[in-house]
């Protein structure tokens, strides 16, 4: 009787439930992990970040932060990052406050813009445009910082990612780069530096600058000055390549050429941070080091 009441309520097995299954082969698993031909049915963005202290500097003055989100569906799927590098001035007192607060100010006003856009049942596109955005939390974080760490700075490189385009907000001497599947390291960002300024109008060359006594010395910062003109631009995502942004902690230590050798031998974007900061130090860890790489595959 008991066994009678047991079949009476127990589920009828479906076609699934009765498949049967068979562990795969270690042929097919290394065909899989090594097959050249990969295809992803979603289209995705991939980050790595990587960040040091430096060997010359008791404490930290830089920031960064990473969110990836994708969200796909029947309809689609849409890629959307935010990336962001900040290093900050003005020593112990107020240096890595200004970086905090820049990134922390910049990555909330992006975050509540796209909010529901990105996680409601009936999505609103923001009604400013990504450059309108992206000035608007800038000029928040100017104010925050003038308030929260009066005579300090930082730097800010900001890159936020929304399917196939890049807006990026971007002031003082972190960079924004573009490393092509050729080799090539393009830097897409202009250094808001006096050294850079003096080679723009021709006073020194480029193998001047890069050993300009004053290269630390910049004109434009934020949380600087009562009037701030970041620069803010789109530019299409490198297609096969990589986005990076950086503090001067690595660019200014490494070498282009030594940058994307160590990108391309890395088996993964965090690996490739990781290697790409242990690198600075060994060349001497002049000051805090911070990267970040983005890729979009799919």
Known sequence: MIEFFRNLFRKPRSAVDMATT??????????????QAVRYDVQQLVAGTGQSVGKQRELNEDSLLAITSTLAGNSGSLPFGLYIVADGMGGHQYGEVASNAAVR????????????????????????????????????????????APSSGTTLTAALVLGQQVTIAHVGDSRAYHIHPDGRAEVVTRDHSLVKRLEELGHIS??????????????????????????????????????????????????????????????????????????????GGPDNISVVLVQLIG
């Not at 068979?22 to 097959?35: D, V």
């Not at 910049?106 to 955005?133: D, R």
């Open 206 to 283: 480029a193998e001047q600058a890069a050993n300009y006594p004053h290269r630390n010395v910049l004109y434009r910062a934020l949380g600087q000055g009562d009037i701030l003109e970041p620069d803010i631009f789109t530019i299409a995502f490198p297609q096969a390549g990589y986005l990076m942004l950086c503090s001067d902690g690595l660019w200014g230590v490494l070498s282009d050429q030594d940058i994307v050798r160590i990108i391309k031998e890395a088996p993964s974007l965090p690996r490739a941070c990781q290697s790409l900061v242990e690198a600075a130090n060994s060349a």
């Open 105 to 148: 100010v910049v990555a909330g006003y992006v975050m509540k813009k796209f909010s529901p856009y990105l996680f409601s049942l009936n999505p609103v596109q923001p009604e400013e445009s990504l450059q309108e955005i992206m000035q608007a939390a800038v000029r928040e974080a100017q104010k925050t910082i003038q308030h929260e």
């Open 22 to 35: 068979a562990p795969l082969t270690e042929q097919q698993i290394q065909s899989i992990l090594h097959s």
